[in-house]
């Protein structure tokens, strides 16, 4: 008998089609409706992505005061003086024998400054300049302006250990403190409770 294999063939397609069979074409698969199957989303079942507040802040927000609000100020320091004509200078600077306002009354405060007969008061600094600040010229005759000598000899103080010898007799050279520096000053400044020499010297190792 001779069968026409074509005829065959396509009437065994119609079959199967007709069946419901699943055909496999070897790349795609198709279920028995003849559409492909929904693919995976892909993800993992049941994660969730953290929310932002179960994340870690990493650090303070902040908020809190700071833990030291001092300015870092010397308590200790003199409190700032004005001078008469509104000036104001660092307090520490009234009565150093030095005027700083230009009125000159961080220098005639109670307690500082000379006092002439007529009741000026010039800073501690002009007195036994040479030059007289005083009416009646007294700031430069004020006994504490000389230096008298072992002989009764009276020369000005400001020559008293100046490394040269005024008084004939020399001896305003002999009681003298040298500084670690090389400067002479007068010994009776030496351990005074202020520094004479630049070097700070005349106050180390004082009882």
């Known amino acids: ?4 294999f074509k005829k065959f063939l396509a009437a065994a397609s119609l ?3 007709a069946a419901g069979c699943i055909i496999v074409d070897g790349d795609t698969d198709t279920d028995t409706d003849g559409n492909n199957p929904p693919a995976t989303s892909g993800t993992s ?3 969730e992505t953290p929310t932002s507040s179960d994340a870690s802040t990493g650090g303070s927000t902040g908020s809190g005061t700071a833990a030291d609000d001092s300015t870092g100020a010397d308590e200790t320091a003199d409190p700032p003086f004005v001078c008469d004509d509104g000036v104001e200078i660092p307090g520490e600077f009234v009565c150093d024998g030095t005027p700083d306002c230009e009125d000159l009354s961080d220098e005639i405060q109670d307690g500082c400054g000379f006092t002439c007969t007529d009741g000026m008061v010039i800073p501690e600094s002009y007195l036994c300049d040479e030059i007289e600040d005083c009416s009646d010229g007294e700031d430069e005759t004020d006994p504490s302006c000389f230096f008298v000598c072992d002989d009764g000899q009276e020369i000005l103080a400001q020559y008293e250990c100046d490394m040269r010898p005024d008084c004939d007799d020399g001896s305003d050279e002999a009681n003298c403190f040298t500084c670690d520096d090389g400067a002479i000053i007068p010994m009776d400044l030496a ?3 202020a520094p004479d020499c630049e070097d700070g010297s005349d106050e180390v190792g004082c009882a």
Not at 1 to 4: E, G, K, L, P
């Open 1 to 4: 008998m001779h069968i026409d």
């Open 15 to 17: 079959m199967s089609n």
């Open 45 to 47: 079942g049941g994660t």
């Open 191 to 193: 351990c005074d409770g």
